[in-house]
């Protein structure tokens, strides 16, 4: 038997769902490079809800996803950003890391810089923007922290570092300087 679906029942989550479909459509149609038959502001069908693509802004992407599962709306940056949830293991801002398929050993690797850490529910390495904001060189806290967990990653994965690194003496291309 199929079970009854009057909208009277559901329409509050209804309207929420279309007015949050909408703030991330129009988001995406401002941002995403034009494409036909608006293709950019679609939203893909996943596991636990929906998503975007990559979302070109100021050098970097992001995604947005909607959790149905977890009732959760979750924006992710290319470069590691964690805005924070309300009532998740990690509730502040925060910059992230992970390996996957991950190595055994994370969690107890050494990364920098002060304030660092492997949270173990997310299995991902932690710094926190506030870590981050409050540090001296904040631009190389970040730094430190990306190539530290890079390190420990490709390290106990046993990944072939010298295949995949620049030698010490590279310089980028005079073509790269703005």
């Known amino acids: 038997m199929w079970p009854r679906l009057t909208l009277d029942e559901w329409a509050p989550t209804q309207t929420t769902l279309h007015r949050w ?22 939203l893909y069908v996943t596991e636990r809800g929906l998503t975007t693509s990559p979302i070109p802004y100021d050098g970097r992407t992001f995604d947005i996803s909607f959790d149905f599962t977890g009732h959760k709306l979750i924006a992710r940056t290319s470069d590691g950003w964690w805005p924070g949830t309300v009532g998740s293991p990690v509730a502040e801002p925060a910059f992230y890391a992970y390996s996957y398929p991950e190595p055994a050993g994370c969690d107890v690797a050494p ?10 529910v997310m299995h991902e390495w932690i710094l926190t923007y506030e870590s981050v904001r409050t540090s001296p060189d904040p ?18 994965a046993k990944w072939p570092r010298a295949a995949l690194e620049r030698p010490a003496s590279w310089k980028p291309p005079p073509s790269s300087r703005t």
């Open 21 to 42: 479909t909408q703030m991330v459509g129009k988001t995406r149609l401002a941002l995403a490079p034009m494409q036909n038959h608006w293709w950019q502001v679609v």
């Open 111 to 120: 990364v920098r810089p002060d304030g660092a850490y492997y949270h173990p």
């Open 139 to 156: 631009e190389g806290a970040l730094l430190e922290f990306f190539q530290s967990t890079y390190e420990a990653a490709a390290d106990l």
